[in-house]
Structures are given as C-alpha cells and as structure tokens.
C-alpha cells in the first residue's frame, strides 16, 4: 500500500522515553477567548505578554515550543457542564481552558513528512541518505472538527538548530503500511523535541542528549 497524503499531528511514539500512564502530561490553561482551534496532536506554544501557564496553536516559527496537546476540560457556556474533549474548538468555554500537554523533554512522536523533504534514498537494508538527526520544522495544515483530530505535518529540515523537532527515526514496520515506505512521499517519522520549554542545553537548543 502506498503512502497517503493524510496528516494527522504529532502522534505519541511509545517506544519513547516517559512513563505510563501519563507520558509526562502536564496541565495548562487556554484562554477562554481564544478563537484559535486547538487539535488533538497539534504542537502548541506559551502565549508570550500574558500569564505564565496560558498556550495557543504553534505556526511555522522559531519560537520555543511547548509541547503537544492531547485534550482538554472546559465549562460549556451552552451547554452550562463541564466538557471533555479532544480538541478546542476556539469558543464556549466560560473561565479558562484545562489543557493536557504532553511536555517529557524525552518524548518521541510519529508524523507524516510532507511530500519527498523527509525521504531517505538506497535500500533499508543500505541507505545511502537519510533524514534522520536533521532539525524539522511544522506545518499547521487543516485540522478536522468532526473527530478533533490535528492537520499538522512536518515539511522543511535543515541545520535551523531553533527549528521545533529532530527527526529521530522512520517508520518502517510494518511493510507495505500507510507511511512506511520510507522512500516515497509522505512516509512517517519519529521526531523528538529540539527548541521546547523543556529541552535548553547549554546556550541554546541542541537537540535529543
């Protein structure tokens, strides 16, 4: 089977580092009138000129990264109880946003490269080329508001040591899946945090020690 145009965010990779059952998920705060749509899997940055604790959708910048959102817990204007949810739909929340944000410095995620950027060349057995340590950068992409679920995907990589992620891996099992095929557009990678709130080493981000 081919691979698929489909992204689908950041999805939690569990042969990473982080315990169950949390994964090191920590809470933080959505502002109420932030009209901005938040999926399940999208990377997510802190709202800078405001209270510490308060995060947003992350676009395609250099700006630290905070983690990447896998829910959350509102009071419904409408529908006057408490909501849990996948996803923030940018309204209908009286008083702050609960939001669940996976943050381990050591967590790993699986995403779709957009097009050939993260495709490696040769054989799996001899690759000749591969993206694997190269800095990734987002992209938001279109998220869905009927299952919650992120658009985001990754498409540039480079030395941009200030780029959000670094691709530590590619998905290659099992063969003949939607994103394994490591050498066609679109094949799935392993990324870790690079430029994330928890991850400064020395004078600046450097990546996974």
């Given at each position: 089977m081919a691979n698929s145009n489909s992204p689908f965010g950041f999805m939690q990779y569990y042969g990473g580092a982080g315990g169950a059952p949390t994964f090191a998920q920590s809470t933080y705060r959505i502002a109420s009138g932030n009209s901005t749509a938040i999926y399940f899997g999208d990377a997510v940055v802190p709202v800078t000129g405001?209270?510490?604790?308060?995060?947003?959708?992350?676009?395609?910048?250099?700006?630290?990264?905070?983690?990447?959102?896998?829910?959350?817990?509102?009071?419904?204007?409408?529908?006057?109880?408490?909501?849990?949810?996948?996803?923030?739909?940018?309204?209908?929340?009286?008083?702050?946003?609960?939001?669940?944000?996976?943050?381990?410095?050591?967590?790993?995620?699986?995403?779709?490269?957009?097009?050939?950027?993260?495709?490696?060349?040769?054989?799996?057995?001899?690759?000749?080329?591969?993206?694997?340590?190269?800095?990734?950068?987002?992209?938001?992409?279109?998220?869905?508001?009927?299952?919650?679920?992120?658009?985001?995907?990754?498409?540039?990589?480079?030395?941009?040591?200030?780029y959000p992620f670094i691709v530590t891996g590619l998905i290659t099992d099992p063969p003949g899946a939607v994103g394994s095929d490591p050498f066609t557009a679109y094949n799935w990678v392993i990324v870790g945090f690079n430029n994330q709130i928890n991850r400064t080493n020395g004078a600046g981000p450097t990546g996974i020690s």
């Open positions: 405001t209270p510490t604790g308060l995060i947003t959708q992350a676009t395609a910048s250099t700006v630290v990264i905070t983690g990447i959102f896998v829910g959350c817990k509102y009071l419904s204007t409408s529908q006057k109880r408490p909501v849990w949810g996948r996803y923030w739909p940018g309204a209908d929340a009286t008083g702050d946003v609960e939001a669940y944000v996976i943050d381990d410095p050591n967590a790993r995620f699986v995403v779709m490269g957009g097009g050939t950027t993260f495709n490696a060349t040769g054989t799996l057995s001899a690759m000749t080329a591969s993206p694997i340590g190269q800095y990734a950068q987002l992209n938001v992409g279109t998220g869905n508001a009927a299952t919650g679920a992120s658009g985001m995907y990754i498409d540039t990589k480079g030395t941009t040591v200030t």
